[in-house]
Each structure stands twice: as structure tokens, then as C-alpha cells.
């Protein structure tokens, strides 16, 4: 039995470089959406400070998942009472085509089974 060891070397530094991008991509994605709001709070307070507003740092700056939820709703049921109801009538024609060989499996399947 022949082991080929570089090639078993090669798959095992490919598949241990593969699984570790997968890992240092993924650590990253959970950082960045970990504490991306907590920078963009801290903008916004800056931002409120510099134009003269007092924000207590206790206060919530975004709005809670209700709120979104409550609007999101709002928006869908306005824009789907603008549209009227309109009556659809599909026809479906059957049109018959003449035989035409370009499109014929047969050829195909014949060409094989000659001896």
C-alpha cells in the first residue's frame, strides 16, 4: 500500500487554513455586530452634545422592537391600500407545434444503442 504523505499534508493544511478563515471571519462578524451599536450610540451622543442637548446616559437612544414593529405594519397596510384590486384572468393556449428534429430526444437515445 502506497500512502501518498504530501498530498495527505496538503489536504490536511488546506482543510486547517479553510477552517480557520471560516473561524477568524465569523469572530469577527460576532464582534462587529456585538459592539457596532454601542459605537454608534456613542457618535450619536457626541453628536447631541456638540448642538447643545443634554442626554442623561442612561437614556435609549433607538427605538424597542414594538415601535418597529408597530410602524413596519402601519407602512404595509398604507401601501397596500393604495393599490386597487385588480380581477386577473390567465388564458392558457395550447399551441401545436410542427415536429421538428432539432428538439427530438430520440437521436440521442438511438445513437448509443447501435452495435
Not at 28 to 46: C, G, N, Q, T
Not at 59 to 72: D, F, K, P, W, Y
Amino acid at each position: 500500500m502506497n500512502i501518498n504523505w504530501p498530498t495527505i499534508i496538503d489536504g490536511l493544511l488546506i482543510s486547517g487554513v479553510g477552517y480557520l478563515v471560516v473561524l477568524i471571519a465569523l469572530s469577527l462578524l460576532y464582534f462587529v455586530f456585538r459592539y457596532l451599536p454601542d459605537v454608534l450610540h456613542a457618535r450619536i451622543r457626541s453628536r447631541l452634545r456638540r448642538q447643545g442637548k443634554h442626554v442623561p446616559e442612561n437614556e435609549q437612544l433607538t427605538m424597542v422592537g414594538n415601535e418597529s414593529a408597530a410602524i413596519a405594519t402601519a407602512l404595509y397596510l398604507y401601501f397596500n391600500e393604495v393599490h386597487d384590486e385588480e380581477n386577473t384572468i390567465m388564458t392558457i393556449k395550447k399551441i401545436s407545434k410542427r415536429y421538428s428534429p432539432w428538439s427530438s430526444k430520440i437521436f440521442g437515445v438511438m445513437k448509443n444503442l447501435k452495435p
